[in-house]
């Protein structure tokens, strides 16, 4: 039973990182700077104390 589930397991995870390829070749292709833009917007009404624009993007970004 083990060497049937190795069997199935390689193909699936195959498979898994082909979609994980196509998913970070679609997001390297579009522009992603309005969501980094919302996410530092999101920051700054979160913690409005953070007075620094690359420590707001820092935080939003990570």
């Keep these: 039973m083990e060497i049937a589930a190795m ?4 193909p699936v995870l195959g498979a898994l990182g082909g979609v994980c390829v196509a998913a ?3 997001v390297k292709q ?6 980094v833009n919302l996410a530092v917007t999101a920051w700054e009404m979160y913690a409005p ?4 624009g690359e420590f707001k993007k820092e935080r939003a970004v990570s």
């Design 7 to 10: 069997i199935f397991q390689y």
């Design 24 to 26: 970070w070749g679609l």
């Design 30 to 35: 579009h522009n992603l700077e309005k969501w």
């Design 49 to 52: 104390q953070a007075k620094r």
